[in-house]
């Protein structure tokens, strides 16, 4: 059973979810290694990612587990047997590793929600926008630096541009769209970015706005990816250490939750794209 220095956060997740159905069921890692005939070492390295685990022994474990249904099941064998190398693999020791699987999450999405507070999203974003915010954020990087995560940036946008886009929903505070990240010309050429985008049919772009009573935030930028059963959908928060990536049930169904409400808060789709017009012209 060959093994993996640095799993992804997908690989990861499989073994992660494969851990939580043992859990579910009761059973021990050592009884789940006896059933699949391995150490509790190997048992404990596919429960990890570190090691891979084939489609026969995903469904003998989900049988022996109870799970709950078939298209779990499938969903986990998917996991499992994809050999999927897209073009995040180009950046593999070029940029940090939550990137890449950033990149992945987004590529296996069957739909993207966002909440921006303080930036506008970043499949949102003009080159000159990123290229800005990455210089400021990291004033020690060389410029070949900034280059490779404006590059990543850009060409992640084909979640939501490419032939096979997905639906995607956003709210953005009024505050992101105000902040002028890279001067006036680039400030105006982002907003009209965001209004040719949101005139696509699977893409909805919601406003709240400052002048909104009872509003507390969303406290940060958040994503809520869908998996391809609900279970397996994912959080991406930035945390002080990095990005976060968020798959524990009770976690998962806090930030539905809180996306709803916040959605229910902002601008309708119409009146955001007057709001943008608005502080278009202001510029």
């Not at 059973?27 to 391995?38: H, I, N, P, R």
């Not at 150490?39 to 429960?47: C, F, H, N, P, R």
């Not at 926008?129 to 992640?156: C, G, I, Q, T, W």
């Not at 994503?223 to 798959?247: I, M, N």
């Amino acid at each position: 059973m060959a093994t993996r220095r640095h799993p992804t956060a997908r690989q990861a997740r499989l073994g992660a979810e494969l851990r939580k159905l043992r859990d579910a069921a009761g059973l021990k890692a050592t009884e789940a290694a006896t059933l699949l005939g391995v150490s509790s070492v190997q048992m404990s390295q596919i429960e990890s990612g570190v090691a891979g685990v084939s489609e026969e022994r995903v469904r003998r474990l989900a049988a022996n587990y109870a799970c709950p249904t078939a298209e779990l099941i499938d969903a986990l064998v998917a996991m499992a047997t994809d050999r999927t190398r897209g073009w995040w693999e180009a950046y593999r020791g070029i940029l940090p590793a939550a990137y890449l699987d950033l990149a992945e999450l987004d590529h296996h999405a069957t739909f993207r929600h966002d909440v921006a507070v303080i930036h506008v999203p970043g499949l949102f974003q003009t080159e000159a926008y990123a290229r800005a915010l990455f210089a400021y954020m990291n004033p020690e990087f060389p410029e070949d630096e900034v280059e490779h995560r404006v590059s990543h940036r850009m060409k992640r946008k084909v979640v939501i541009e490419g032939p096979d886009a997905i639906p995607y929903e956003t709210v953005i505070h009024e505050a992101a769209l105000r902040i002028k990240v890279a001067g006036r010309t680039a400030s105006q050429d982002q907003l009209a970015r965001i209004l040719e985008l949101s005139d696509a049919d699977h893409v909805v772009v919601r406003v709240i706005p400052f002048g909104l009573d009872d509003f507390a935030g969303a406290g940060s930028a958040m994503a809520h990816l869908g998996g391809s059963v609900p279970c397996l959908d994912t959080v991406v928060r930035d945390a002080p250490h990095g990005t976060a990536f968020v798959d524990s049930g009770a976690q998962l169904e806090h930030f539905r939750k809180l996306f709803r409400r916040v959605k229910e808060a902002s601008l309708t789709p119409e009146q955001s794209r007057d709001l943008i017009h608005q502080l278009a012209k202001e510029l």
